[in-house]
């Protein structure tokens, strides 16, 4: 009788402890996952970037041309605000959606175009206004077969962003100029929170819809 | 013996079952410390939002000088962006950094020196080219007793942001013109985010200090 009674508690014990050892196990590998999701996640969303000009004068050739990323003429090759800006254009692989009110740097419109020869889809959303100044890159991107819209005002589409693959922002005071990024004071802020995207992702296809060139009435 | 070791048996089974019940409820009240921590931080970080411009025109002064919020004009007090940027202005409780290429808008104006008149501390960064043309308030904030500084070249000092109480961020292409409120295309990203408010906040001291008027060296 005793021995049926001590078998029995043995043998519920052990199931118990069992299931015990289980729950736990259970617990610890959810909670192994959730930290990895979490930090999967933090990994994702952490890119939160700011730019601050007048860069220092740096040649950015080399990203744009060279594998190495070395090249053998006299300017500095150090990092600076322009190359980081470059090195962030460069690491699109669909799509650039653009929307300046200046456009005039070389060095960017170059890079601009390289992407657009890679076969990412760019688009640019331009000022009226000032697209067509002197010095304006907007022409060379449009003969590179970039499509370009512009508003119909004489108030200005005083934007000044990007966004790369519809989920890394850049947007401050900065505009695309040679003046803007080796004279002035100027902030470029680059994230990829997506609380932050979406809204400029959503003005960009507004723009574009409403500048719409079968849509114009000047 | 046998009783002696079913005893042994029963009190060792019971001296784990609690040391694992202790384990349990120990991690499932870090989990929800955590849980409650997370939170907690997530509600405290979560001021993310995008103002567009141009704003729909609508009456801003109750907002600045009116208890109730309401008062007897015939233009729309319905929400704007004019009217939640002004907002957040009014939240300032301590400090007020601005740093604006140009400054014109008189209900902006008004907030900054109404700011002022409650005992918030309001320094202004200002560019030497444009803070002397037609229209500027900086005049009327260095009358009313607001420190203002300003660069000392010919290149702009082109950012537009502002600190409120060195934790809330607002920053785009938006000068604080009539122009760039009511007709411009333009936006303002506000975020309390502290990975990006301190690379603004440590601009704000170091230009602050460089354009310090004792150093002046035209």
Not at 109 to 131: C, E, F, K, P, W
């Amino acid at each position: 009788m005793f021995g049926y009674h001590r078998d029995l508690f043995a043998m519920w014990s052990t199931r118990i402890l069992k299931l015990v050892g289980i729950f736990i196990l259970s617990a610890l590998g959810l909670e192994l996952m959730a930290v990895l999701l979490r930090y999967n996640r933090k990994k994702r969303t952490k890119l939160q970037e700011v730019l601050f000009f007048p860069s220092r004068v740096t040649c950015v050739y080399p990203s744009l041309y060279v594998e190495s990323g070395k090249c053998g003429c006299k300017r500095s090759h150090a990092d600076s605000s322009i190359m980081r800006l470059i090195r962030h254009l460069l690491s699109t692989r669909q799509s650039l959606d653009l929307c300046l009110f200046s456009f005039t740097d070389t060095e960017l419109s170059s890079t601009v175009v390289l992407l657009h020869q890679r076969g990412v889809r760019v688009r640019v959303i331009a000022d009226s206004n000032y697209m067509a100044l002197n010095g304006s890159k907007i022409g060379i991107l449009r003969k590179a077969g970039i499509p370009v819209r512009h508003d119909q005002s004489r108030a200005y589409m005083h934007h000044k962003f990007a966004v790369i693959d519809k989920t890394v922002l850049l947007t401050g005071s900065l505009n695309w100029t040679s003046q803007a990024l080796l004279e002035n004071r100027e902030n470029l802020l680059i994230t990829n929170d997506e609380a932050l995207v979406k809204p400029f992702l959503d003005q960009f296809e507004e723009l574009w819809e409403e500048y719409d060139p079968t849509k114009y009435n000047f």
